[in-house]
Nanobody
Framework: QVQLVESGGGLVQPGESLRLSCAAR????????MGWYRQAPGNQRELVAE???????NYANSVKGRFTISRDNAKNTVNLQMNSLKPEDTAVYYC???????????????WGQGTQVTVSS
């Protein structure tokens, strides 16, 4: 059984920063791609940023230059540093990971429970 545990969400004013963290826990032999998605009311869930096991990254155009994704393979964690936050960034942010357990030939996608990020005055 694998769980993704998220932390770091909260309420901030425009221009401020937040750092989200996600830790994968359970019987894990490897994690391939990890990423962050977000969903605001009335909108579809969208990719914010992703990072491969080798460190290659991909960002949504709306967050390029403001957000930075990183990971610690030894700790099975992924982080999202969010700077210069805007009201448009308000959403529930979900951690995602492709996880290999004891059967390494099988990859399974797991999702965190979501953490609320609110940017307002």
């Amino acid at each position: 059984q694998v769980q993704l545990v998220e932390s770091g969400g909260g309420l901030v004013q425009p221009g401020e920063s937040l750092r989200l963290s996600c830790a994968a826990r359970g019987i894990i032999t490897g994690i391939d791609s990890m990423g962050w998605y977000r969903q605001a009311p009335g909108n579809q869930r969208e990719l914010v940023a992703e990072i491969t096991s080798g460190g290659s990254t991909n960002y949504a155009n709306s967050v390029k230059g403001r957000f930075t994704i990183s990971r610690d393979n030894a700790k099975n964690t992924v982080n999202l540093q969010m700077n210069s936050l805007k009201p448009e960034d308000t959403a529930v942010y979900y951690c995602n990971a492709w996880v290999r357990t004891l059967q390494r030939s099988i990859r399974t996608t797991y999702w965190g429970q979501g953490t609320q990020v609110t940017v307002s005055s």
